[in-house]
Structure formats: C-alpha cells, structure tokens
C-alpha cells in the first residue's frame, strides 16, 4: 500500500472541509519561518494564509518539492517566482469563489459614490439635514479592466444597473477590448474599475498620466490588487480634482498602517480588502480545494489552472 | 379672444422649461401666506414647493377654483383634504420622474447594508484596518411595499442583483401579493422596503407587531413617506435588535431636527428626502409640467391622473 500523501498548509487556522480528506491525506502545517524546511516533504501545498509571500523566497530551486500548489486566493503574485513557473509544479487558484461577492461590493461602491452616500453619513453624524441632488447611475459608462471571471461577473452586474460596460483584457476578443482601447475608454468613462491580475504588465499601468486621462467627473475603483495603481499618483488626482473621487479595497502595503496618508484623502474610500469575503467564504474555499484534491488525487486534470508565465488561469 | 388662463405656482422658485408657455398663460406665484386668496383667481395650480401643505387648508370649499392642481412629486398626501376630493377638480402628479432614480437610491441602500459601508468608514476615519465579512446580496429576499411604478421599478433593479423580490400594493394582482400576505412576507424577507404612497390606509403600517415580525438579519428602508412608519418603534427594532439595521430617507417631521433622536440611532442610516432627486430632475419635472399642461390646454385627457379617494394614481 502506498504512502499517504503529505499535503503542507500553509497557514495557522485549519481550513474547513478537510475532514472529508482523513485518512487519505497527511496534513502538515508550515508558517512563513517553517515553510522552506518543510516544502521538501510536501506533496501537494495549500497556500491558505493568502496574505504570505514566503512561497517566493522558500521555493526550492531543486530537489524534491510539491507537484502541485494550490492557494486560496483568486490572485497568485503573492506566490509565483521563476523558479516555481520554470518547474513541472501544478499551480491552481480560487478562480470562482470570489466572482460575485467582488462584482456586488463593486456595484456598492459605484452606487454609493453616485448618491453620495459618504457624505450623507458624515451630515448624519454632524446632525444635518442637507438636501443634495445625487447621480443615476442607468446610462453611465463604466470601464472595467480585468477580463477574467471577476472582470465578467462585475461587467455583468453593472449591466444589470443599466451602466454600459466596456472589459479591457490582456488580448483583444469576442467581447474584450485589447489594452491598446485602454486609454480611449479610460477617457470616456464614469467609472474606471481596476480588476485584473498583478503582472509585470499590469504593475503601476494606473499611473499619473491614465488617471490624467479621466474626466473629471469620473470615479476610479479598484478591487484588484494594490500595485496596479500608482497610489501617489491616485492621491495627486484626487487632490487636485482630476477626478470625482475613488475607491480602493487593495493597497501596494497591507495591511494599511495608522500612519498612512491614504486614510484621510479627500474623496477617497478606504476598505480593508474584504470585497469578496462574503459570509461563508472559507467555507467556499474549503470546499472547492476538498473537490480539487480529490481529483488530483485521481490524476484528473485540474481546472482553475495558472499559466504561470502570464500569472493567472487563461480565459474561455 | 379668449382670456389667457391662470396658472398659479405654489412656490418661490419660477420652475424650469415653463417659457415653452410664454403668451399663452398668465404666471402667478402664491406662498403658503398668500394662497388662499390668489386660488380663486387661478385656473390650474402647479404645487412646486411640495414640501408645502398650505393646499389642505387653502383650498376654496365653493366658488372659484381651479379646475386642474398638478404636484411635482409622486406623493399627494400633502395636498389631499375632502374638499378637493369632493370637487370637480382634476390631480395629477409627477409619476414617472422619480421612478428609476428611486430605485437605484435603494439598491444603493440595500448594497452599503450588505457590505457594511458605514462601519467600514467609520473604522476609515479612525485609520483602523479591521477585515470583516459581509453578505452577498444575490439570493436574499426582498419584500417591496407599494405596488405602483416606484414599487416596479425597485423590484426590477433589486431583480437584476440577483435578489427574489415580492411587491405588496393593496389589491392582489398578477405579480402583486394583496395586504393580507404582507405579515408572511416581512417576516421571511431579508430586506423590506416601504415605498408605499401615504393614505389613511398605510399610515403607520409598520408598526412595532410588523417589525417584531421581521428576522433579526433583515433590514428596513423607507423611501415612502415618514408616516407609514411608527417612528419609536422602529427606534425600539433598532435598539432592542429585532432586525439588523435600517435606513429611512423619509420622517414624519421634514426636515428633521438637529434634537430629533433619530440621527444616532446605532444601524439607522438617515438621509435628507433625496432618493429620487438625481442631477436634471427639476427641469424633468418642468418638462413633464409643460407637456400635461398643453394637453390640458387642448382639452386632452390628462395622463398621471390621481385618484382622489384613494390617493395615488391607480396602476395598469
């Protein structure tokens, strides 16, 4: 009979679901200081805690190490490093979990902003009745970058509000626009959302002179990652009114300490990356990596499959 | 030739697009002061402060009078009393103007609830990063009171979010639940919303039996009017937590006060009666003013016709 297989967590709270997996499977647990001893005796590693980026300095460069990694999480810049996109490692993601609760908090902030809802609540706590005309969103246009399942899933949703949405991706296809529209529609949108992978592409591409492009009328979301954005360069726009105002849900440091300036930018929603942690989540991401062991398992072929060059699971 | 007629506008402000009539109606302006003696002389009235209830006691029991009141708001509780009802006296209001904006006003309500926006900019204004979970919106349930296009159209938005909606008016009919399911909805639904028009009928329907009846998860919003809801015992719903929270765009006394308790109710969002009030809307309700008034004038059917008896425009 065959040794069980070890899988190494990565991550101090036990992920739900697991127990389906008992007695097939050996489970080890590693932190950020135990990961690069323990990766040699892993089989199979769950990146649970998505918050570390140890996997990038632990990753062996040879030798024995997992063949598949799999981390709880729609984005993987936290994980990949040449060594890991040169190796024959599987790297899987969340893909799925998070589509809908993102494209619903994105919606929230888009209606929030359009009916000034931050300042109702800051007149609600000076106690005063300040009647103010707000927007409509239905006939707006939004530009959502990003057009992978949470890119569609937000488009969609916006849609239904009545917004005309246009997706920017990576390549130009059946209902996506190539990066090179990028500043077109940036141009002439109410709303841009940010949405897309952190790749050396993406890195830093809202920068001062595509926020520039914006009207001034106009709203900036992002519900991707932190680096996508030139965060100085997002505080220059809203102070000095290049736009109506912005959202962010992800920063280039998180968590965001006491200290930082983006907390007190004028205009500016600050969130602690919580859009798409709906109750239930963990539950959500238990389930869904239980039923991609148990095909791995099997030597199925896995969904949710990183082209780890590009640095996320290619579309339809 | 025929003497031009009279119009009489109730208010200070002269309304939009009325130079569409220029030569061919006489303009005067009443205020609450001087209305009961300029209504004889006025052969249509056009109420463009609506926050103005000098009607009710204004209005001529015999003699003179106009033959046509139009109100630029979709509620005419404010302008309702026996007198005008018993007349010859054609109503009509400014239905259709509101409806879409409303809608997205509540949406805009029901999204911030669900991913708990007020909390997540309070914690912003005390530079505090504290994750939390909130809910997704798509397969809750909603119960929508008031069944006429303001009632349509929220159904319709909260559908396209993914969210079962039940509309409550007060007759049952093909997609409307009659008053007799009401209890068995509110106490089911995630979310309830009053948009009901004000008549004897719904003032004060949600009491503290109703409320007791909702789920200690489930919201309240009011974009109605402030009497249909029994203010203290929404007050005690909060504070005792027999529901989650609730927001209220409409009061009983408008505007509130800077004593009224209601502005720190913990779970209350308060906002100044601005629901349906998006960018352009005054000159939308000029337009519409303009276009019923040349119906009028030719001696054609008037559309947005109120029925007096029961107070509000009965629906298709």
Chains 1, 2 share one sequence.
């Not at 919606?107 to 929030?112: D, E, F, M, R």
């Not at 902003?113 to 931050?118: H, I």
């Not at 300490?257 to 109750?279: F, Q």
């Not at 991609?292 to 060059?309: C, F, I, S």
Request: proline share 8%; net charge negative; glycine share 10%.
């Amino acid at each position: 009979m065959a040794e069980k297989p070890t899988l190494l967590v990565l991550g101090s709270d036990p992920p739900p679901r697991l127990g389906r997996l008992t007695g097939r499977v050996r489970v080890e647990y590693a932190d950020d200081r135990t990961l690069a001893s323990l990766l040699p005796t892993a089989d199979a590693l769950l990146i649970w805690d998505f918050h570390s980026r140890a996997l990038r300095g632990a990753w062996p460069g040879e030798g024995p190490r997992p063949r598949w990694v799999h981390t709880a999480s729609a984005g993987v810049d936290h994980l990949m490093c040449p060594e890991l996109a040169a190796s024959d490692t599987l790297v899987t993601n969340a893909r799925g979990v998070f589509d809908q609760p993102i494209a619903e908090y994105v919606a929230a902030l888009v209606l929030a902003l359009a009916k000034d809802l931050p300042r109702t609540l800051e007149l609600q706590g000076a106690r005063e009745w300040r009647h103010r005309e707000s927007r409509r969103v239905a006939g707006t246009r939004a530009c959502v970058v990003g057009s992978g399942p949470i890119g569609r899933a937000i488009e969609r949703t916006l849609g239904a509000l009545g917004i005309t949405t246009a997706l920017v991706g990576r390549t130009a296809r059946d209902g996506v626009h190539g990066p090179g529209e990028l500043d077109r529609l940036m141009a002439r949108a109410d709303w841009v959302v940010s949405a897309a992978p952190l790749t050396e592409e993406t890195s830093g591409m809202f920068d001062a002179r595509r926020l520039a492009l914006m009207q001034p009328s106009a709203y900036f979301v992002n519900v991707g990652r932190g680096q996508l954005v030139v965060e100085d360069a997002l505080v220059r726009a809203l102070k000095d009114r290049w736009i109506a105002g912005a959202a962010l849900d992800v920063f280039a440091h998180e968590p965001l300490g006491p200290d930082s300036p983006l907390w007190e930018v004028p205009g500016l929603i600050v969130s602690p990356h919580m859009s798409g942690d709906t109750v239930g989540w963990r539950d959500e991401l238990g389930t869904q990596f239980v039923e991609l062991y148990e095909l791995w398992e099997a030597g199925e072929p896995l969904p949710n499959l990183v082209d780890k060059r590009r640095g996320y699971v290619p579309g339809p």
